[in-house]
């Protein structure tokens, strides 16, 4: 077997490791991201962070489109809740205009077990409750072996590692990172199902700051504002 997160372990151990849960995000409201596709601005990433209680709610509004010479070639637009109660994973729901094809999640939990429960458009089924929901803002995701797609339910095998540090500037601010890079572990999986994407986090923080992977164009995710 590939080593999945070997490298982390070395690196971190007792540091970033002893920042798993949720909690973490306790000074966190609001973060929103600027999406770019051949380094040209095409939508937004928005989180909100709702606290009730013992719940917290995060919701997620994604858009972005793709023109050409003054025609739409593309439109995408998705909104999710994902739901921790008492810092554990709850709930999930998302809806997804892809292009004018729909597609949905619905996750919960297994009373019995704690096995993850999917109800989505591309995947009906159970899941290990360790399998995390690849929204990327949960820097719990680097320790999970698989994790579970936010548009259509569809489960990814994966192998991360530990790239190195960086300094990133964005905007007018620097951030001193800790670099990811996520892969499918299965390799018999077609191209345009293969996950291949590198993340950045705060290296104090562990605010997810930026993702970049190559899919039909160059994508990437920039921090815009956080709060």
């Known amino acids: 077997m590939k080593k999945i997160i070997l490298s982390i372990i070395i690196f971190l151990n007792a540091n970033f490791l002893a920042y798993s849960h949720v909690e ?9 991201y600027e999406l770019f596709r051949n380094n040209k601005s095409i939508g937004y990433h928005k989180y909100d962070f709702i606290r009730e209680g013992e719940i917290l709610t995060v919701k997620s509004e994604v858009k972005f489109k793709i023109t050409k010479l003054g025609v739409d070639l593309y439109e995408y637009f998705a909104e999710s809740d994902e739901v921790y109660k008492n810092n554990e994973f709850y709930k999930f729901s998302s809806k997804t205009n ?28 159970k899941t290990s409750k360790d399998a995390i ?16 797609s936010a548009i259509s339910g ?11 540090k960086e300094t990133l500037k964005i905007g007018d601010k620097s951030y001193k990172t800790l670099r990811f890079n996520f892969k499918s572990s299965d390799k018999t999986l077609p191209d345009n199902k ?34």
């Not at 569809?154 to 190195?164: A, L, M, P």
């Open 154 to 164: 569809r489960i990814i095998e994966q192998t991360v590692t530990f790239v190195g």
């Open 194 to 227: 293969k996950l291949n994407t590198d993340i950045w986090y705060d290296e104090n923080t562990f605010l997810w700051v930026k993702a970049a992977f190559d899919k039909t164009g160059y994508w990437e995710y920039r921090i815009k504002t956080h709060k």
């Open 24 to 32: 973490h995000y306790a000074n966190f409201n609001y973060l929103e």
């Open 133 to 148: 929901v690849g929204t990327w803002w949960n820097h719990k995701i680097i320790k999970s072996k698989s994790q579970i």
């Open 98 to 125: 892809q292009n004018k094809k729909r597609k949905y999640v619905n996750i919960g939990v297994d009373s019995n077990n704690k096995d993850l429960i999917i109800d989505g458009s591309s995947y009906q089924g």
